[in-house]
């Protein structure tokens, strides 16, 4: 049963056991400490521990276990569908575990379980390094990477879970286990895209990439009449791109900040990860040559810059809806119902991304780790944000339109990441349907083993049993 309240001699007792500031559902501060990114998430947890060292995650675990309260864990907040908290549980926030520390002689990052990109990017820059991770800087790295990472340099060097040499990880019986290739392998295989499922991760440490400082980057932008012409010339350019170059292209109604005016447009998106600029150029001409951009800024800039260059499209505190596929075509059908689609709605906030997969993350064999679909060649994220609560049933269903318009067109699986808040009536993912069914009875198996009462379920859950 749902608990509200802890009764103030467990929440002493709490206090005494770790060294992180304990905020019960009366204290000051609450309120501030309770939010997530996502505006329609309003869950009211019955406490929140803000953990100081990873030596207050277990006593936190084991708190949450002897007074049966509902666990839930997080670290930049940003999961849409609002995992990272409970209402009447108790959350381990981690977001003061932001330390990064790198080798640049092994080329290695250690990130612990809080930090953001942000800092991950901060670390990496002044050594040349970068490691692959999203787009917007303020997100979670233990939360993305667990359920795989999809950013700027996903084609050069893979997903961010790709790039994990080893994750340390509180489990939920209070121990402390690392995992990597060559101890509690199992695990590690389920970390690369199985989620929070698992365990606390207090440190996660990444292969790290030459990059930089500056990068190679841009938008070129396309007023609606040239959408099915840039659609083909998009298609027709990404079948024979170098890894270097990973591209997103966004269908928007321009936000005022963009100075791009009020009707929708379409913008390719790159990001060139290769040193040799002017090879970039040479890319990015054969497509401006077929299909000349209405507007274009494309320029060499710092890896950190490009990093949270839209950052400010997204706030913390937004009401939000996503959801997402991979598919194999641009052709006209699927083109067709692009267009229409990102005509019809004029929300700013409202957009979709068109993620042009392949490169280095294309070669990972599929069984390698549980991140679903190595072979598809596009994933389409489809989202909404805005303010007003009065707004949120024609946001989620246009979100939730598109997505079922392309579902014919869906090569399967589903990225846990990309998935929609619960308050606006988010579907339990089948991870059966997510993973497939191998991949499913092997992440059941590994959550049986380290999670058996399922104690982490406030993410994207496999239950410990196979489901008939
Ligand atoms: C504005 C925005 C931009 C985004 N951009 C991208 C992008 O470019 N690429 C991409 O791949 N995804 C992106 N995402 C999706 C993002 O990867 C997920 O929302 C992810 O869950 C965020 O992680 P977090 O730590 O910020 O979230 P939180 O809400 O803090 O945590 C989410 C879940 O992750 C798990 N978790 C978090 N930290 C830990 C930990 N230390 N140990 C164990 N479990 C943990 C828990 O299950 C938790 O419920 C974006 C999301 C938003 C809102």
Redesign the pocket.
């Known amino acids: 049963m749902v608990q509200t309240t802890v009764d103030s001699a467990h929440l002493d007792s709490l206090r005494s056991r770790v060294q992180g500031v304990v905020t019960a559902v009366d204290d000051p501060g609450y309120e501030d400490v309770r939010a ?3 505006a329609m998430v309003r869950h009211r947890p019955a406490v929140v521990v803000r953990a100081h060292g990873v030596a207050d995650v277990a006593p936190t675990i084991a708190f949450a276990r002897e007074h049966g309260l509902e666990l ?9 569908a ?3 908290t409970v209402d009447g549980g108790l959350v381990l926030d ?1 977001r003061d575990l932001c330390a990064v520390s790198v080798d640049p002689a092994g080329m290695t990052v250690r990130v612990e ?2 930090a ?1 990109l942000a800092h991950v990017d901060a670390a990496t820059a002044p050594h040349g390094l970068a490691v692959p ?4 800087s ?7 990477t ?6 700027w340099l996903t084609r050069a060097y893979g997903l ?1 879970a790709d790039n994990l040499l080893q994750v340390e ?1 509180v489990t939920a019986d209070g121990r402390t286990v690392t995992a990597d290739a060559t101890q509690h392998d199992e695990l590690f295989w389920a970390l690369h895209g199985g ?3 698992f ?4 440190a996660l440490t990444f292969r790290a990439h030459r990059l930089g400082p500056e990068v190679y980057v841009g938008n070129l932008v396309y007023g609606q009449d040239r959408w099915p012409e840039v659609w083909a010339a998009f298609e027709a350019w990404t079948r024979d791109l170098p890894d270097e170059m990973t591209a997103i292209v966004t269908t928007m109604t321009p936000p005022p900040m963009l100075e791009l005016g009020d009707e929708p447009v379409l913008i390719v998106g790159f990001a060139w990860s290769s040193p040799d600029h002017a090879a970039g150029e040479v890319l990015v001409d054969r497509l401006r040559e077929v299909v000349p951009p209405d507007e274009q800024e494309v320029v060499r800039m710092p890896w950190v810059d490009w990093q949270s260059a839209v950052d400010p499209l ?1 706030p913390h505190g937004v009401r ?1 809806y996503w959801r997402n596929t991979s598919f194999d075509r641009l052709d006209e059908e699927v083109v067709d119902v692009l267009v229409r689609r990102g005509a019809e709605q004029r929300w700013v906030g409202t957009a979709f991304d068109v993620h042009h997969m392949g490169g280095a993350y294309g070669r990972v064999p599929e069984a390698a780790t549980p991140f679903p679909r190595r072979d598809a060649r596009f994933w389409i994220n489809v989202y909404g944000f805005w303010t007003d609560e009065a707004d949120d049933d024609a946001r989620v269903a246009f979100v939730r339109g598109l997505s079922a318009d392309l579902q014919p067109f869906a090569t399967g699986g589903e ?1 846990v ?2 998935q929609g808040s619960e308050a606006s009536g988010h579907r339990v993912l089948d991870p059966r349907a997510v993973f497939g069914e191998d991949k499913y009875r092997r992440l059941v198996a590994v959550k049986h083993r380290y999670d058996p009462h399922n104690l ?1 379920h ?2 994207h859950n496999i239950a410990p049993e196979i489901a008939v």
Not at 138 to 144: D, I, P, S
């Open positions: 997530v990114w996502n839930a864990v997080r670290g930049g907040r940003h999961n849409v609002g995992t990272g981690l379980g809080g953001t991770l999203g787009v917007v303020g997100t979670g790295v233990a939360g993305l667990l359920g795989g990472g999809v950013g961010a990880l989620g929070g499922n365990g606390v991760a207090t997204f939000a990225y990441n990309f982490f406030r993410n």
